[in-house]
């Protein structure tokens, strides 16, 4: 399955996360002609690959970007303080073939918001994580 795909099962299993439950995906915006909010997006950013003089050493920490959407800044602010909460103080998580290691919260953004065509405001909170992980 890959590290991507167990993470798509880790934070699917978040309590805190569960307004997002079938709304989170990697590279794939809500549409526009028919979004459903709140939604995370999630895109790797750079590899992250370690290694060693004799080559890779298994250990990855990419950088991932989270796009928080949602209806109310309140919401988002709510998702991502239990994202962040998972993802940072959590010790270690066997997830399939995947074990997480904590996160570190590396940048995160406010972006503006915006208006769909069907009247929706919705709002965008960015946020980028160092996200070290191993296969098992």
Do not use: C
């Not at 988002?76 to 066997?94: G, I, Q």
Request: proline share 7%; hydrophobic share 40%; aromatic share 12%.
């Amino acid at each position: 399955m890959g590290m991507e795909a167990d993470l798509l099962t880790r934070l699917g299993a978040v309590t805190g996360l569960a307004p997002l439950s079938g709304r989170i995906a990697w590279m794939e915006r809500p549409r526009k002609s028919s979004p459903e909010f709140p939604a995370l997006v999630m895109t790797i950013v750079s590899p992250g690959r370690q290694w060693t003089l004799s080559g890779p050493d298994n250990l990855d920490r990419p950088r991932i970007q989270f796009d928080f959407y949602g209806t109310s800044l309140d919401q988002l602010r709510d998702l991502f303080a239990a994202f962040r909460d998972e993802m940072e103080t959590t010790p270690f998580v066997d997830v399939g073939a995947t074990r997480f290691h904590p996160a570190m919260l590396d940048t995160q953004r406010d972006m503006p918001a915006e208006d769909l065509a069907n009247g929706t405001r919705i709002f965008r909170f960015n946020a980028d994580f160092q996200f070290y992980h191993e296969t098992v």
